[in-house]
């Protein structure tokens, strides 16, 4: 048995040690842990004209705006501290994705400082995790450190900075279970 083994590390090019040093690598952070992006967000200087804009070219009705909320109610930090920070939000519902638009008002935030330094633009894309403090931690260990976090109703949000590995932003969110 023990020179069939050998037979076939030497054969697939492997060594001994290298099977031992595979096995005894530490486990590499896991990362998102889902495959499946829900939504695309752009930021805007000007909610309405840009949801007219939107529906007019994609063929759906322009969708009304919301105002996100207080960081009283959302616990909004920014760059690690409380902000203010708040926008108007507009989603368009497509078959396979959502696009929101975010105009920022408020405080300082990740969606002031794009506005700023980029001008209008796809700002992020979002994927719905499980787990988030989890999730953040692995992405903070893969070099994309958070940017911005709070909540909503019925969850919370994180943005992590991967503009340097990924060129862009990522958003986490995380629904909460409904209470029956």
């Not at 590390?9 to 998102?32: I, N, R, Y």
């Not at 967000?41 to 909610?47: L, P, Q």
């Amino acid at each position: 048995m023990k020179k069939t083994c050998l037979v076939l590390l030497v054969a697939a090019g492997l060594s001994a040690s290298t099977l031992w040093a595979a096995e005894t690598k530490p486990a590499q952070p896991s990362g998102l842990g889902t495959r499946v992006m829900v939504q695309v967000a752009v930021v805007v200087k000007d909610i309405e004209r840009s949801a007219k804009a939107y529906a007019d070219v994609l063929g759906v009705p322009v969708p009304k705006w919301e105002l996100t909320d207080s960081v009283e109610k959302a616990h909004t930090t920014y760059r690690g501290q409380p902000s203010k920070a708040q926008a108007k939000l507009a989603f368009i519902e497509l078959q396979n994705i959502v696009i929101e638009l975010i105009e920022p008002v408020g405080g300082p935030s990740t969606w002031r400082d794009f506005l700023k330094t980029k001008g209008e633009g796809l700002h992020h894309i979002a994927f719905e995790v499980k787990d988030m403090d989890k999730r953040i931690a692995d992405l903070k260990l893969k070099g994309l450190p958070l940017i911005q976090s709070g909540d909503y109703t019925g969850g919370r949000y994180a943005y992590v900075d991967g503009t340097t590995k990924l060129a862009l932003i990522l958003e986490l969110l995380e629904n909460f279970p409904e209470k029956k």
